[in-house]
């Protein structure tokens, strides 16, 4: 019951990491909008692995 759990909080602190990284970025406003939107759906696209919808 645990491992699940913990999958979860590791997938979504990482998802907060990376989003903190692409904010720290000297890019375009545009293509760090974009590239949060990509690190999104890939986080939620992990968690529902993690929940077994996939």
């Known amino acids: ?3 699940p ?3 979860i909080l ?3 602190l990482v998802v907060i990491l ?3 990284l692409v ?3 000297p890019i375009d406003a545009r ?3 974009i ?3 990509i690190v999104i ?3 939620i696209v992990s968690l529902l692995k993690y929940l077994a919808v996939f």
Do not use: D, N, P
Request: aromatic fraction near 8%; charged fraction near 10%; avoid cysteine.
């Open 1 to 3: 019951m645990a491992s």
């Open 5 to 7: 759990i913990i999958g």
């Open 10 to 12: 590791i997938t979504f």
């Open 18 to 20: 990376v989003l903190y």
């Open 23 to 25: 904010q720290r970025l």
């Open 31 to 33: 293509l760090r909008q």
């Open 35 to 37: 590239v949060q939107i």
């Open 41 to 43: 759906i890939i986080g």
